[in-house]
């Protein structure tokens, strides 16, 4: 039976469409698609560098990358509205996934230790989680601009696994990217790959398209 249960938040959690995706759109509707693959691209070189030059917020890995872009594209550099964006985007657009609710609630009542680990900005996402009273079920946080790092970095695992008691086998991770299965490997414990559309792209020790399934796996793990 898992006693602790760590989780990603966006795509996990809660859905919402991507700040690029936002950014691109904003920058020339009419080549959204290109500006926002180059973006994407951009961000992620500089995301998943395992030794950058110094650590880069979310916000300001947007700003970033909307200059360059703004450059690339030759078109109107919105960078300085990247906050105003990201936050935008959050409040305005995300929602809970509806098994999200459920499975905190039934997680907690089985006494289960839950865990937030996330790549993201806390001023955002400590408010976003406060305002859709998501807050009061994590025991602890994790986020990047906090330690300072992203999944899956060495900082990263090593704050996560002060988290972690012994059985080690009793613990999951539950996230939807590669970063989140990477993490869960170099902590030691298991991990669940969750797609709602059943469309599995990287190696997890569980795939489930709903967060219910965790309780199966939880007999399995027995």
Request: net charge negative; no cysteine; proline share 4%.
């Given at each position: 039976m898992f006693h602790t249960v760590?989780?990603?938040?966006?795509?996990?959690?809660?859905?919402?469409?991507?700040?690029?995706?936002?950014i691109a759109r904003e920058m020339d509707g009419f080549r959204e698609e290109e500006i926002f693959r180059y973006l994407v691209d951009e961000f992620m070189k500089i995301y998943l560098d395992?030794?950058?030059?110094?650590?880069?917020?979310?916000?300001?890995?947007?700003?970033?990358?909307?200059?360059?872009?703004?450059?690339?594209?030759?078109?109107?550099?919105?960078?300085g509205r990247a906050v105003e964006i990201y936050r935008r985007n959050h409040f305005d657009n995300d929602y809970i996934f509806d098994d999200t609710l459920p499975t905190l609630n039934k997680l907690?009542?089985?006494?289960?230790?839950?865990?937030l680990i996330s790549d993201a900005d806390a001023d955002v996402l400590l408010e976003q989680l406060e305002l859709c009273g998501l807050m009061r079920y994590f025991e602890a946080t994790i986020i990047s601009n906090m330690v300072q790092a992203y999944k899956p970095s060495d900082k990263t695992v090593a704050e996560a696994l002060k988290h972690c008691?012994?059985?080690?086998?009793?613990?999951?991770?539950?996230?939807?990217?590669?970063?989140?299965?990477q993490t869960a490997r170099k902590m030691k414990i298991k991990s669940a790959l969750i797609n709602r559309n059943g469309h599995?792209?990287?190696?997890?020790?569980?795939?489930?398209?709903?967060l219910s399934e965790i309780f199966q796996l939880k007999e399995n793990n027995n």
């Open positions: 760590f989780f990603d938040v966006g795509g996990t959690l809660i859905a919402g469409e991507s700040s690029l995706k936002v395992p030794k950058p030059a110094r650590f880069y917020s979310i916000k300001e890995l947007l700003a970033l990358t909307a200059k360059m872009a703004a450059e690339h594209f030759d078109v109107a550099d919105i960078s907690r009542s089985d006494n289960v230790k839950i865990i008691r012994e059985p080690k086998d009793g613990i999951l991770l539950v996230g939807d990217t590669e970063v989140d299965m599995f792209k990287h190696e997890a020790d569980y795939y489930i398209k709903d």
